[in-house]
């Protein structure tokens, strides 16, 4: 058994050293090590010999090409794998570190940034761990409301004859659309309709890194071969569907939180990933085609802004009036790990919701383990209790003794006619259930790690299968130990109880959903909100079967996924109703009437948990909480933001002039922002202060922020403060009095505190909230107050 996996790594490493030398003997030495750059030029310094900006590049590239290696003209222009014009300036190419340092030295050239590989956040990738339709998808069912908009999706394409996506009584295209409909294999044009508008592909950045894409596994157009474009779109702007469910699960009506919204689908992610050149130029033609919102589920590691093309291209987005929002990350419960953190995107945590897949495992001993399960085949025979197994030794789970039923490494002596045990972890969570299919096991049991916590995630396994969390996996080892030793059989079986709505307590923060603090700007709380992202509902291709298994036959027009991409699509379609019902908004405004309106307590009353221990959870998990729709409607102030604001929160976060151009395309001006403060100043709907300790006694801090009426003429707010525990608030003034609608009013919010006792490197995180209310809406912002202690 140990020797199968041994092979098969050194069979990998063959391969890799294979073509590595064909790389080498089809190329000269000087390409080696070649990857690709986002480069960005100052547009406004073309010299008018060059016809266009793409043959002023083509020849900045040959003149170093020239001074490092003679290439043809050709050869240079194939170079360029897309160039740019709308939210950025220039092009991206594949360069060798010394062409990309000589690129640098052109008096033209601004900035020349190293490409990131992104991923799409469902749980179902094998990197992380593993919706219920929204209550509120029926606010506007009958009116046009929101057909009008559109939706931009940047993922892995879509799937255009789900019912989902039918164009049934919808008007003609908006006129201000200048998108298109780009066809190509098993996708012509006349895939789109009055539903889905617009469809592009870019896969030059991928392949250009990755080689030629195998054309029998994935299509060369938008066609969505993967299934998580196809769901992300399906629950911005899905139409109604009825009856909708997944094998018999989650049975109802079906729809996306803007069923009359347009959509627009960018496909950028392949299989082996999403590369940043290609997400850049989706970002430039979504904004040039006229989207009012993009969503991205999508997401890499956090780097400086002027690194992050996300960050750069969601900037232009937002300057337009685009509304971006993005997926958090699926890297909890853990803190630090939130990802998209850009002050100008709506970064989206995900919470479980109010529905159910319980699947509980019996043990033989009589105890029941709380599982869920959305397998919908033959179950196991009522009442028997079958024999169980686990491959790892007591204790395992996380150490080198746990059993992780990877491809190749179950003994069929072992598993065959038992239900086995594995561990959470490496390959997918339906991929094991595979393993234990072909080494004939009858069931299997999916123990959670420690790490994983009792967070659990319902998948579509192919076979009797459940989910239990880290304290029910070691109770059944331990089971299974105990049971081995006293020398009789243990047993088990899996009950599946099918959907259950009305569960208690919802909304959780899923145990996945990244955690804050934010890693790149403290004094910007991130995430900035959760919505639902836990087994989640919505429309899939038949590409693929339900379990993502490549053996898996069973085609479904739905599926029910988790992950915080599944979160960001609700955040993506509310934010299109809020366009329709307030077309003056800007995108910050937009994300203002979202956080001050989102809620902490469960449906319980109490404040919202943590699904990873239980525990209550905190404004690093939620942000300024769950979103309301409705609320969201009417928030009464908003806290607005300009280019100008954010170019001041960037000076204030020390960021050089130069960096700061990359981000915004113009050059800054610094002198006046430093007068302004410090960066938690940004007219942010949610307050965070950073307080390094360094033997302080008193510390003290201050906000200025302004709100703007959107609600009635004539109305007086008044402030409630909730301190953070032991600290003293104050705001001032503490009424506002508002005459008009549009009208602006400012305050300043001061937060005392004496430094706390800490160890060397450690901090204390306290919050409060701020309230602003008319006795009509009701305005809140959270307070977060970090102290840290230096370390030693
Ligand atoms: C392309 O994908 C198909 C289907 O997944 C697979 O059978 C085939 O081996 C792949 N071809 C190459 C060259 O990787
Ligand atoms: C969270 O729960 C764990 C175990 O259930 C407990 O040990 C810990 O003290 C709790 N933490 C907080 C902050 O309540
Ligand atoms: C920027 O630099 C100043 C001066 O060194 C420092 O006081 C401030 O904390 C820095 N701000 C950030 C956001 O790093």
Redesign the pocket.
């Known amino acids: 058994m140990a020797s199968s996996p041994s092979f098969s790594l050194i069979h990998l490493f063959f391969i890799a050293i294979v073509s590595a030398a064909v790389a080498t003997d089809a190329s000269s030495s000087s390409n080696s090590g070649k990857k690709t750059f986002i480069i960005q030029v100052q547009q406004e310094s073309k010299p008018s010999i060059f016809q266009t900006h793409k043959h002023w590049y083509e020849s900045s590239l040959a003149s170093i090409l020239t001074s490092t290696q003679t290439k043809s003209h050709d050869e240079d222009a194939s170079r360029i794998l897309h160039t740019y014009e709308t939210v950025f300036h220039g092009f991206s190419a594949k360069l060798s570190p010394l062409e990309a340092h000589e690129l640098q030295t052109l008096s033209h050239i601004i900035a020349v940034i190293p490409e990131q590989v992104r991923h799409v956040q469902t749980t179902r990738s094998p990197e992380f761990l593993g919706l219920r339709k929204a209550d509120n998808a029926g606010l506007l069912k009958e009116s046009d409301f929101g057909s009008d908009l559109v939706i931009g999706v940047i993922d892995t394409g879509i799937w255009p004859e789900r019912q989902s996506f039918n164009d049934h009584d919808l008007g003609p295209v908006p006129p201000k659309w200048k998108g298109r409909c780009v066809g190509g294999k098993e996708f012509p044009e006349a895939s789109c309709n009055r539903k889905l508008i617009g469809a592009r592909y870019f896969y030059n950045g991928y392949e250009a890194t990755n080689g030629k894409m195998n054309e029998t596994s994935e299509y060369r157009s938008p066609r969505d071969s993967d299934g998580h474009g196809t769901h992300t779109a399906s629950i911005a702007a899905g139409r109604y569907v009825f009856p909708a469910s997944t094998l018999g699960y989650a049975r109802g009506v079906a729809a996306g939180m803007a069923p009359k919204a347009r959509l627009a689908v960018y496909k950028v992610c392949w299989n082996g990933g999403c590369f940043d050149s290609d997400i850049l130029a989706a970002f430039d033609a979504a904004v040039a085609d006229g989207v009012d919102v993009i969503s991205l589920s999508v997401g890499g590691v956090v780097v400086p802004y002027y690194l992050d093309v996300i960050a750069i291209g969601a900037f232009g987005a937002s300057e337009a009036g685009v509304f971006v929002s993005a997926s958090a990350g699926n890297g909890g419960p853990g803190g630090l790990t939130v990802t998209n953190v850009a002050p100008w995107v709506t970064t989206v945590g995900a919470g479980t919701i109010d529905r159910d897949f319980p699947a509980d495992v019996k043990l033989g001993n009589g105890r029941i383990i709380h599982g869920v399960s959305i397998y919908g085949g033959p179950g196991l025979a009522p009442g028997r209790l079958y024999p169980i197994v686990y491959a790892g030794t007591e204790g395992g789970g996380d150490g080198y003794s746990s059993s992780l039923c990877l491809e190749g490494s179950l003994d069929p002596k072992m598993a065959k006619g038992r239900i086995v045990v594995c561990d959470r972890g490496i390959n997918s969570r339906a991929a094991k259930g595979d393993v234990v299919k072909k080494a004939g096991g009858i069931g299997m049991i999916l123990a959670n790690g420690v790490f994983d916590g009792e967070g659990l995630v319902a998948d579509c396994h192919i076979l009797p299968a459940t989910s239990v969390g880290a304290s029910g996996g070691e109770e059944i080892r331990r089971y299974i130990s105990a049971a081995s030793k006293s020398k009789s059989s243990p047993t088990a079986t899996i009950i599946f109880k099918g959907t259950k709505l009305g569960i208690r307590p919802a909304p959780v923060v899923a145990s996945f959903s990244a955690r804050g603090p934010n890693p790149e700007s403290p004094e910007i709380l991130k995430p900035d909100v959760i919505a639902p992202g836990l087994n989640i509902l919505a429309a899939w291709p038949d590409k693929v079967g339900p379990s993502g298994v490549p053996s898996d036959g069973r085609r479904t027009e739905f599926n029910i996924l988790s992950g915080t991409s599944m979160a960001c699509p609700h955040v993506s379609g509310l934010a299109a109703l809020l366009k329709a019902a307030h077309p003056d908004w800007s995108p910050a405004a937009v994300k203002s009437a979202l956080l001050t309106t989102a809620y902490t307590v469960d449906n319980r009353g109490k404040t919202m948990l943590d699904e990873s221990?239980?525990?209550?959870s905190s404004v690093f998990d939620y942000g300024s909480g769950h979103v309301h729709p409705q609320k969201a409607m009417d928030p009464g102030l908003v806290y607005d933001i300009s280019t100008y604001d954010y170019v001041n929160f960037l000076c204030n976060s020390n960021y050089t002039t130069q960096n700061i151009q990359v981000i915004t395309r113009k050059g800054a001006d610094c002198s006046g922002a430093k007068k302004a403060g410090h960066a938690g100043n940004l007219n942010y709907p949610s307050l965070s202060a950073v307080f390094q300790q360094y033997g302080k006694h008193k510390m003290s801090t201050h906000f200025i922020r302004t709100v703007t009426n959107v609600g009635d003429p004539n109305s007086v707010y008044k402030v409630t403060i909730n301190p953070p525990k032991g600290m003293v608030v104050t705001v001032q003034p503490d009424k506002l009095s508002f005459s008009r609608v549009g009208q602006k009013l400012s305050f300043l919010t001061r937060v005392q505190t004496r430094a706390v006792k800490l160890s060397p490197g450690s901090s204390s995180i306290k919050s409060g909230s701020i309230v602003w209310s008319d006795g009509k809406h009701t305005v809140t912002s959270p307070l977060v107050v970090t102290m840290m202690q230096q370390p030693l």
């Open positions: 221990t239980g525990n209550v």
